[in-house]
């Protein structure tokens, strides 16, 4: 008997270090990794603009026959950079085209059948609330008049937040919808919609933020008010 209680008092053990060993693999190496992936995506974004590609997430450069057509975006790769001032000025993630398993523990996904960033429709992004750098980890903290801005490298686009994040469904893909039928939104405009799961350590629900584009202006003006300390 006292054998078997040893015996089982070693599994339990065993079993208490494996979960914690697990738990540090999900809250801490996979942040590691997917924080040295986000900065590398930056970083080759950076380089390709610095290049002078017309537009970030393709590898065309300006042509004389069509100098302000940007090419198509490129699935798993990145186009714009992120920033949430709600979030910390210090808060960037790259966006790369596909909301896909391997794209999202690189950043931030853009769903491929909604609008290009700044164009007229329902530009929508999707990110990991936790696990592979927790990059909208306080999503729940955004507020109406918050800016979401993003660069392309050639403009920056300023959004703001219209209203709380909203909770829905994984089964309500209306969200993503060139007017989402919940937002508030009365016709055609520019939107922005970011999604992430709720609970913050569950898949059950859906945290929705919506935003309407605020502003534009040139790269070569400086950074927008918004990034602004």
């Given at each position: 008997m006292r054998v078997m209680v040893r015996t089982f008092s070693e599994l339990c053990i065993t079993v208490g270090t494996l979960i914690v060993l697990f738990v540090v693999y999900v809250l801490f190496w996979t942040g590691v990794k997917a924080d040295s992936a986000m900065d590398g995506q930056i970083d080759e974004l950076?380089?390709?603009?610095?290049?002078?590609?017309?537009?970030?997430?393709?590898?065309?450069k300006p042509t004389e026959t069509s100098p302000q057509?940007?090419?198509?975006?490129k699935d798993g790769k990145a186009f714009a950079v992120m920033y949430i001032p709600r979030f910390g000025f210090t808060w960037n993630k790259p966006?790369?085209?596909g909301t896909g398993t391997e794209v999202l523990k690189k950043g931030l996904g853009h769903y491929a059948s909604t609008a290009r960033l700044g164009q007229k429709g329902n530009f929508s992004?999707?990110?990991h609330r936790?696990?592979?750098?927790?990059?909208?980890?306080?999503?729940p903290k955004l507020r109406p008049g918050d800016a979401v801005v993003l660069t392309d490298g050639v403009t920056w686009f300023t959004y703001r937040i219209d209203r709380k994040?909203?909770?829905t469904l994984p089964s309500d893909i209306d969200v993503i919808d060139p007017v989402p039928r919940k937002s508030g939104y009365d016709g055609p405009g520019r939107y922005l919609t970011l999604t992430t799961c709720e609970p913050e350590w569950g898949h059950s629900h859906r945290l929705i933020a919506w935003a309407h584009?605020?502003?534009?202006?040139?790269v070569e003006a400086g950074?927008?008010?918004?990034?602004?300390?």
């Open positions: 950076q380089d390709r603009w610095a290049e002078g590609a017309v537009s970030a997430g393709t590898d065309d057509t940007p090419a198509p975006y966006v790369l085209h992004v999707a990110g936790r696990t592979y750098g927790d990059p909208f980890k306080d999503f994040p909203y909770k584009l605020d502003a534009t202006q040139p950074k927008p008010e918004a990034l602004r300390r």
